[in-house]
């Protein structure tokens, strides 16, 4: 893969962490002082409306890497970051339909089990992505083995 296919996927995939997670911080760690205000900080309807719009970049790169890297490597016997992409792939469906249902819902009992998931889901994928990209990174300097015995 080129450096800009995993420049973008990186650029993508952090917006929306740090879209999501400021947005989680205001929505659930901040309280107004105004207590007729809709919403505990000023800045949080724009962080809702950013982390929505980058989400859908995301999304398309996670196709693009799904072809294009984790096929690849899979097929070619690569070992390192197999667990981690793997774990990737199984939390990439429900994080991505959870937060689309989440715009979706209307009772309030769906908008709960889908804030959850989402929540839970996104918080592995943050973990396991970085885990990943540590192992891919330790795997490329560690020297190559000697093939003469």
């Known amino acids: 893969m080129s450096r800009w296919e995993y420049r973008l996927f990186h650029l993508s995939n952090g917006l929306v962490t740090i879209t999501g997670f400021v947005y989680a911080w205001m929505l659930y760690c901040t309280t107004s002082t105004d207590?007729?205000?809709?919403?505990?900080?000023?800045?949080?309807?724009?962080?809702?409306?950013?982390?929505?719009l980058f989400g859908p970049l995301l999304v398309l790169m996670l196709g693009h890497f799904s072809i294009r890297h984790a096929q690849t490597l899979w097929k070619s016997g690569v070992g390192e970051g197999r667990k981690?992409?793997?774990?990737?792939?199984?939390?990439?469906?429900?994080?991505?339909?959870?937060?689309?249902?989440?715009?979706?819902?209307?009772?309030?009992?769906?908008?709960?089990?889908?804030?959850a998931i989402h929540l839970l889901t996104s918080g592995g994928w943050f973990i396991a992505c970085l885990a990943h990209v540590v192992i891919h990174l330790l795997a490329r300097r560690m020297p190559a083995p000697s093939g003469s015995t």
Do not use: C, K
């Not at 207590?35 to 929505?52: G, I, S, T």
């Not at 990737?88 to 089990?113: C, E, F, K, N, T």
């Open 35 to 52: 207590e007729f205000a809709l919403v505990n900080h000023p800045w949080q309807p724009h962080l809702l409306h950013m982390h929505v």
């Open 84 to 115: 981690t992409g793997l774990g990737l792939a199984l939390l990439s469906l429900p994080m991505v339909m959870s937060g689309y249902l989440l715009q979706i819902s209307v009772q309030d009992s769906w908008r709960i089990a889908w804030v």
